[in-house]
């Protein structure tokens, strides 16, 4: 029960109280699958005007266990082109794995997304895309995502 008391504390602050005006909350319909709308809040050339769909699914682990968050794909959303983030929307973040702690928070994984892409100068897909998209499991967080390029 304290994991829905504090997922119910985060998603009210995401809909009251956004930690800026690039997250917005979509759909919450329940406790479990979030989708929020982020953008770049710089002026970084090459995501300006572009707004991505990220979608969370929190777990009953949660905030022990980092949620599962992946980039989807929409007609007018595309999945950012990134050297750490994978065509199928995988995103390849520390945070997301091995460095979770549980004073993050969904806002804080958000802000750590727009830092990485507003930080980007290189419009690339990781070197190994075609590849880890043809083999990849449906679930990124079940990737062994290798932490080796922090530069981007």
């Known amino acids: 029960m304290a994991y829905q008391r504090r997922i119910m504390k985060e998603l009210e602050r995401l809909k009251t109280a956004p ?20 953008e770049v809040n710089n002026d970084n050339p090459l995501y300006t005007g ?9 777990g009953s682990n949660y905030p022990v266990e980092s949620p599962q968050v992946q980039f989807m794909p929409l007609p007018n959303r595309p999945i950012p082109i990134h ?13 997301l794995g091995d460095e979770w702690t549980p004073v993050q928070t ?11 892409l507003g930080s980007n100068d290189r419009d690339e897909r990781p070197p190994d895309d075609e590849r880890y998209i043809k083999h990849a ?14 530069t981007v």
Not at 50 to 58: A, Y
Not at 85 to 95: A, M, P, R, V
């Open 19 to 38: 930690p800026n005006s690039h997250i917005t909350l979509v759909e919450a319909n329940d406790l479990e699958t979030w989708q929020i709308d982020l």
């Open 50 to 58: 572009k707004t991505f769909r990220l979608q969370f699914i929190i």
């Open 83 to 95: 050297p750490h983030i994978y065509s199928n929307g995988h995103i390849c973040l520390d945070i």
């Open 106 to 116: 969904v806002a804080s994984v958000c802000i750590s997304l727009q830092s990485m």
């Open 137 to 150: 499991p449906k679930n990124p967080k079940q990737t062994r995502f290798v932490y080796h390029d922090d």
